[in-house]
């Protein structure tokens, strides 16, 4: 048997026909079939072997197809292997040896030039063994047979390659057009070309698929490498910004300096014009400098002339009278001032005079009025007083005593309306708990899971499946959701109860999955999540009997369902659930717990979650949770909605008869209030007339104590002694004044002679005053002419000195303050840079500093904003970006180049398809043409029809003895017919 191969001499000249590889040298067959001992040596040709019937020519080929891995059913001959050992014996081997030389040896290296195939058959196994050329075992596996068998292109169920007696008459007897479509797509080799396009086909998707995995692992990084691009470019137009603020500081610094010389310039025409006004101003100084001499000249004139008018001596005698006169004037007014004050005082005293005289007559008045008839009557009057008194006292007590019963009755009303907004609160709240239930009751009816954990423990299992790819062993939980009871709802309180904040938990089997799912809690915001650690590889827990509580009660590992042995491992490990025993009531937990004495019993919990353990001597029992939610483990909660609904009416009925309650008590109040604001008016007013009564009744009593204490007597003669003491004093006060009043005649007389002589004195000079009081009116016109002038001439050097002068030197100090300012800001921009830069860069644009330093604090306030953005640096972030690059850049190019090959394999995949189809097109048209070419060289007409589409193959021929006409389907007679 040759290896399928087109060759030629021209080919084959180099390599001689025997040196060619895969060509069978011997088969050597033992115990197999009718063989006992058989061998073969074939030559490098055509081989025929001929034989009688029965004489093992089948069975030569069939062990061909065994040796070459073809299963006992593929021959056509035997069911299993073992049918293949000849009769009596207990093994078969079949050895075969294959040309290994030339060019196409498999692996000489290591074989050498002939391959021994070699395989054993026994009645229970059979084993295949390859050797070398010196017949030492190189493999036994199946796949390295394969390898050769693929290598060497020997397809033992082709049949091209090997034809059997019943493959031929299958061929032809088969009335099945499918069944010969598939022998004919197997006989071309097109079954394994197409097999081959296919498995390539799934390959390139397959590896496109690892190739789109790959590409979307690193998505992340580019999606970073987005990120950091954005920030880079935004610290980019940060740095731009920066730049733009530099420039403006340099054309800031340089603006103060053109500023400067702008304001010197117009600092030096201030100047200017200041200096220009110096002159006017000293004009008129002048001016007035001249007026003031003329004036001056005029002014001594008029003194000299009055000097000759008037005498020194008449003018000392005029000025001596008129002082003395004066003089003699004051004292006139002083002495009338001491004669007013002393007559005042003296009226003051007669009037007080006469107001004591009238109270001494008064009190003798008095005194005589005062009889034994009127004390009688002081009597009766305080006797109606403290009767007064003592009846303002009981209603006063009265009032306060209906006042505290009153505020007794408000307090209780207070307390009792109180009480009724607890219980109010207290159903409200159960309430709004039952509703809370019911709520959860039906997320649970649509999702079981939300009833151990809410919506956290969704978000959570979505998270886990997200990263489940991350998990070593995907984690169990809650592990209430595993979880269900056996024979109804009954225990559900008590196993929830039993089980407690476990129903919630989640198992995973490290501590690396156990930190993972911790970051998945958090990203979930589940906060407190329990997490168990426990081996999921653990085989369920076997209790033997003797470790369980010893009673007729069910335990809560005997009530619970689960298919999760890990779930019941852990609430047996952890949980105790196998030492936990049920009951129905609190007495029959009582004796159970502290009675009976059973041995691994832990605890007991009754139906409404009561709970009983003792822990030595100490027994405990605690009563249920009431903010444990119920529930969870039931298979229905219908029944459970409509009880809790109707426990919410029940609860909201009693909330509205105590509002109701609460309504009518704080009427009551009301009218308590009402009650008590009255009282309160009423008491305050008896209050009062208490206190008005008391204090009449006190100052009656004082006043009637004094008047009896008191002595007429003295009073009287107090008032003698006080009028005989102002007598005294007015007679004092009228000498004084006698004496000022002749004091006052003598000093007016004075005056009057005094003033006689100066009007004689006066009369005498009278002429010669007139001329004189003309000249000196004179004299002060002129002298009133010489302040004007001098204040003309003082306003014009003020305004010289003050204003021209002075406005002059501040212009010029603030000319050498803005030289030196300038020279300043030129040093300062020399350093920030030189006049010729800010010159490539456009100077001030004709801005002010004003603008360039809001346009400078704008760009600074941006730059700010944008500078918090983003705490790394740009060189930072362009390392980080060029690392991440440099990370990903050789994958990206590996997928790239991958996908480029794969998009090259699929193109060529797609060319040896259309080859395919085109090959498969020549191969029909082939068969039609060789198949009539036959019939018709036996005279025979007919047709052959293959469809690839429906995978069929159909024959029809018209034998010539047939007059019918009529096609033949039944193509068994044409066995043998072509044989030559």
Not at 349 to 373: G, I, S
Not at 736 to 757: F, P, S
Not at 773 to 783: D, N, R, Y
Request: proline share 2%; glycine share 4%; with cysteine.
């Amino acid at each position: 048997m040759k290896r399928a191969r087109n060759t030629c001499e021209s080919s084959s000249s180099r390599v001689s026909p025997s040196l060619e590889a895969g060509v069978i040298k011997k088969l050597r067959l033992e115990n197999f079939m009718c063989h006992s001992n058989h061998e073969t040596v074939f030559g490098n040709h055509v081989n025929v072997i001929t034989g009688q019937n029965g004489s093992g020519k089948s069975a030569i080929l069939t062990a061909l197809c065994v040796a070459f891995g073809c299963r006992a059913k593929g021959t056509q001959r035997a069911s299993t292997l073992k049918d293949f050992i000849k009769t009596g014996a207990s093994n078969a081997v079949i050895h075969v040896e294959i040309q290994n030389e030339g060019e196409d040896a498999f692996k000489p290296e290591m074989y050498g030039d002939v391959i021994i195939v070699e395989r054993r058959i026994s009645e229970s196994t059979s084993s295949i063994t390859l050797k070398d050329h010196q017949g030492k075992k190189v493999f036994s596996r199946k796949a390295d047979l394969l390898e050769i068998i693929e290598h060497f292109n020997i397809d033992v169920e082709n049949p091209c390659v090997i034809m059997s007696q019943d493959k031929s008459r299958e061929f032809l007897h088969s009335g099945n057009n499918k069944d010969k479509f598939k022998f004919f797509y197997k006989a071309t080799l097109l079954q394994q070309v197409n097999d081959l396009l296919e498995s390539i086909s799934i390959e390139i998707t397959t590896a496109r698929g690892i190739v789109e995995e790959l590409e979307t692992a690193i998505k992340p990084i580019e999606k970073e490498l987005n990120e950091l691009q954005v920030k880079i470019k935004t610290m980019e137009h940060v740095e731009q910004i920066s730049i733009q603020v530099q420039q403006l500081k340099k054309k800031l610094a340089w603006s103060w300096v053109y500023d400067a010389d702008k304001k010197l310039e117009e600092q030096n025409v201030k100047i200017e014009k200041l200096k220009s006004r110096v002159p006017t101003c000293q004009a008129k100084i002048d001016k007035q400098l001249h007026q003031l001499e003329k004036l001056s000249e005029n002014c001594s004139a008029k003194k000299a002339e009055i000097a000759n008018m008037m005498t020194s001596q008449v003018k000392q005698m005029k000025e001596n009278l008129s002082r003395t006169m004066s003089l003699a004037k004051k004292e006139v007014f002083e002495l009338q001032r001491d004669c007013n004050r002393k007559t005042s005082n003296i009226q003051k005293m007669v009037q007080q005079l006469k107001r004591l005289e009238l109270q001494m007559q008064d009190t003798h008045e008095q005194n005589l009025k005062n009889t034994q008839a009127e004390e009688s009557d002081m009597e009766e009057k305080l006797k109606r007083l403290q009767d007064e008194f003592n009846d303002a006292k009981s209603e006063y007590d009265r009032l306060k005593e209906e006042e505290a019963m009153l505020m007794n009755s408000k307090n209780g009303q207070t307390d009792e309306i109180r009480r009724i907004d607890v219980k109010i609160q207290d159903h409200e709240k159960k309430y709004n708990e039952i509703m809370h239930n019911i709520r959860n009751l039906k997320n649970q009816q649509s999702n079981k899971i939300t009833a151990f954990g809410g919506n956290k423990v969704i978000n959570l299992l979505r998270i886990i499946e997200r990263y489940h790819q991350r998990f070593k062993m995907p984690p169990i939980g809650p592990i209430g959701a595993h979880l269900k009871l056996r024979g109804g709802n009954k225990w559900a309180v008590a196993v929830e109860h039993a089980i407690g904040r476990m129903l919630n938990s989640f198992i995973v089997t490290d501590h690396k999955d156990f930190r993972l799912l911790k970051q998945c809690a958090k990203e979930a915001n589940y906060d407190h999540l329990q997490i168990i650690i426990y081996d999921f590889s653990t085989p369920r827990l076997m209790i033997p009997e003797h470790m369980l509580p010893n009673t007729n009660h069910p335990s809560t590992l005997s009530i619970l369902q689960c298919e999760n042995h890990t779930v019941i491992n852990v609430l047996v490990d952890l949980g105790n659930v196998e030492r936990q025993v049920l009951v129905n009531d609190y007495n029959t937990g009582k004796v159970v717990a502290f009675e009976e004495r059973i041995q691994n019993l832990k605890e007991v919990f009754t139906l409404d979650g009561c709970k009983m353990f003792s822990r030595g001597p100490v027994q405990t029992t605690l009563p249920p949770n009431k903010k444990q939610r119920y529930g969870r483990l039931t298979s229905s909660v219908e029944a459970d909605i409509e009880k809790l609904n109707n426990d919410a009416s029940n609860e909201q009925k009693y909330a509205n008869d105590y509002k109701w309650n609460k309504r009518e008590a704080e009427r009551k109040l009301e009218d308590l209030d009402k009650k008590m604001n009255s009282i309160k008016r009423l008491c305050i007013s008896a209050g009062r007339t208490f206190s008005s009564t008391k204090l009449a009744l006190e100052e009656k009593t004082k006043e009637q104590a004094a008047e009896r204490s008191s002595t007429p007597l003295s009073s009287v003669d107090e008032i003698v002694e006080e009028i005989s003491e102002i007598n005294k004093n007015i007679k004092e006060e009228q000498v004084l004044l006698e004496g000022l009043e002749q004091r006052r005649h003598e000093a007016v007389g004075k005056a009057n002679d005094l003033k006689v002589n100066f009007d004689e004195l006066c009369e005498s000079a009278n002429t010669e005053l007139a001329s004189l009081e003309k000249a000196e009116s004179e004299l002060m016109e002129i002298e009133r002419e010489i302040d004007s002038a001098k204040k003309a001439k003082d306003h014009y050097d003020n305004v010289m000195k003050n204003k021209v002068l002075h406005d002059i030197k501040e212009a010029e100090a603030q000319y050498l303050e803005l030289t030196k300012s300038r020279e300043v800001n030129v040093e300062k921009a020399t350093i920030i840079c030189c006049q010729n830069e800010l010159a490539t860069l456009g100077g001030c644009d004709g801005k002010t500093p004003e603008q360039i330093s809001a346009q400078l604090e704008s760009l600074n306030h941006t730059l700010r904003r944008e500078s918090q953005r983003y705490s790394e640096s740009i060189d930072d972030l362009r390392m980080l970006y060029a690392k991440k690059e440099r990370k990903i850049a050789k994958r990206q190019q590996v997928y790239r180049a991958l996908r480029q090959k794969l998009n090259a394999c699929q193109s060529a995949l797609e060319f040896r398809m259309r080859k395919f189809q085109a090959n498969a097109t020549n191969l029909k048209h082939q068969l039609s043409w060789k198949f009539n070419g036959h019939l018709k060289k036996k005279g025979i007409s007919g047709v052959i029809k293959v469809d690839y589409e429906q995978m069929t193959l159909s024959i029809e021929v018209q034998m010539p003895q047939d007059a019918s006409n009529r096609a033949v389907r039944d193509t068994r007679g044409l066995s043998g017919l072509f044989v030559s």
